[in-house]
């Protein structure tokens, strides 16, 4: 009798999966597209004005706002519920960094981009009564803000002189500890929610999904850029 190989733990499968659509969204030092660098390569650079770091800044409340709502209502879910941690929430730091950046009367101020508003309404399709559509989209996102989120940190924190306070605590996330520890017990979550081989490829096809709308919602972002500090 012969053993089956051991199945890859979701966590590095996904990691597996989306690894190349990564490095496309979160661009190497010195990286360019024809045109000019794009937002995030701009914001490394230390070359992108507080205008449009604003901007982009705004087009993520929308995002963050939707996620926030469905963290809300699936947290008693036995899958989706392990990955609604309130210290995650980025209301207050939405709310702390736009209010300086725009004003108090901020929430008056924004509106959302064509390519957020398709983000937002798949957000909506996805999030609340499919668990795994709700951990794809969350995986994107925050795994994303506490790994290379932190360069965006640091290069905020250089550019416009923040100090780790108002304008940047989008990128702070104080209320959980060590970030590398919350990681790794994140990953033991996505291993540990049992999802079977069908529901393990909805999920990664959901997170290849999310990157292009993520991607599609910087690339409108950067049509309107200031090609200068």
């Not at 733990?9 to 690894?19: G, I, K, Y």
């Not at 929308?62 to 036995?78: I, K, N, T």
């Amino acid at each position: 009798m012969t053993l089956d190989a051991p199945t890859t733990p979701f966590s590095a499968a996904l990691r597996q999966a989306t690894w190349a659509r990564h490095e496309g969204v979160v661009p190497s030092e010195g990286e360019s597209e024809p045109d000019g660098p794009g937002v995030l390569a701009a914001l490394l650079a230390g070359e992108l004005h507080l205008d449009d770091y604003t901007a982009l800044h705004a087009q993520q409340f929308f995002v963050y706002d939707v996620l926030d709502e469905a963290s809300r209502a699936m947290a008693g879910d036995p899958v989706a519920g392990p990955f609604c941690v309130p210290e995650l929430s980025r209301a207050a730091a939405f709310d702390a960094d736009l209010s300086m950046l725009i004003g108090a009367d901020w929430r008056d101020r924004i509106t959302p981009l064509a390519a957020t508003t398709r983000y937002v309404d798949r957000l909506r399709r996805v999030c609340f009564d499919w668990p795994g559509g709700f951990v794809a989209h969350h995986y994107t996102r925050f795994l994303g803000d506490l790994s290379g989120g932190q360069a965006f940190r640091a290069a905020a924190n250089d550019s416009y002189g923040f100090g780790d306070g108002p304008g940047v605590s989008f990128y702070v996330f104080d209320g959980i500890g060590d970030l590398t520890e919350f990681k790794q017990g994140y990953r033991a979550r996505l291993d540990a929610a049992g999802f079977g081989p069908e529901e393990r490829r909805r999920v990664i096809a959901e997170v290849l999904d999310a990157y292009d709308y993520n991607e599609a919602l910087l690339a409108e972002l950067a049509r309107g850029m200031r090609r200068s500090v």
